[in-house]
């Protein structure tokens, strides 16, 4: 894998306008050192941005000012936190399919239709489901029904439509059906 590193810091060209001017790996060094031991307003604030090329990557290090740094910096802290809590769980879909071979399937499918109890415990969990669902939002049912049926990538504009918000709002809907929908299954 090839890395590269370049570092773009900002200059002031003759015409009195800031650009970026790529500098070499000791002058980069010694700006960072220098760095350390400024107060706060004089410090100089570097973005990171890796940018693939052929195969590899191009790690660049960009000049910015403070307040686009305080930006980046936050929008990088949130993502750094989330993947962090991201690798402790294991996440499935809630319209993955769960197949093992054939033979197995169709041993599972067998073994749950001879069982009373399993299928009257199954129609009472969905009915209990459906009926908490209802209670808790009134969009939450369309979204089972668009798990159910394979849709709920395609459900978001429908739904959007139908109660008259943004899709990402309907993305955010999801997210707290298939929470609210972990806590209920735990339940039972």
């Not at 009195?16 to 760095?35: D, F, T």
């Not at 399919?97 to 041993?107: K, S």
């Not at 908490?132 to 439509?161: M, T």
Request: aromatic share 14%; hydrophobic share 35%.
């Amino acid at each position: 894998m090839i890395k590269k590193n370049t570092y773009l810091v900002r200059v002031i060209s003759s015409e009195n306008e800031p650009r970026l001017e790529e500098i070499s790996g000791k002058e980069w060094k010694q700006i960072v050192s220098a760095n350390k031991n400024l107060p706060k307003e004089q410090k100089r604030y570097f973005m990171v941005s890796r940018i693939p090329i052929n195969g590899g990557y191009d790690r660049m290090y960009i000049e910015i000012p403070y307040e686009e740094y305080k930006t980046w910096n936050s929008e990088q802290t949130v993502r750094r936190e989330k993947n962090k809590y991201r690798r402790l769980y294991q996440h499935f879909s809630l319209e993955q399919n769960f197949r093992e071979d054939e033979e197995q399937a169709e041993d599972w499918m067998l073994a749950a239709q001879d069982s009373v109890d399993f299928l009257v415990e199954s129609d009472i969990t969905t009915e209990n489901l459906l009926k908490a669902l209802a209670l808790w939002q009134p969009w939450a049912v369309d979204l089972y029904f668009a798990y159910i049926s394979g849709r709920k990538h395609q459900c978001n504009r429908e739904l959007a439509e139908k109660y008259q918000v943004s899709e990402r709002t309907i993305r955010n809907y999801k997210e707290r059906f298939e929470e609210f929908v972990k806590i209920f299954l735990k339940k039972f």
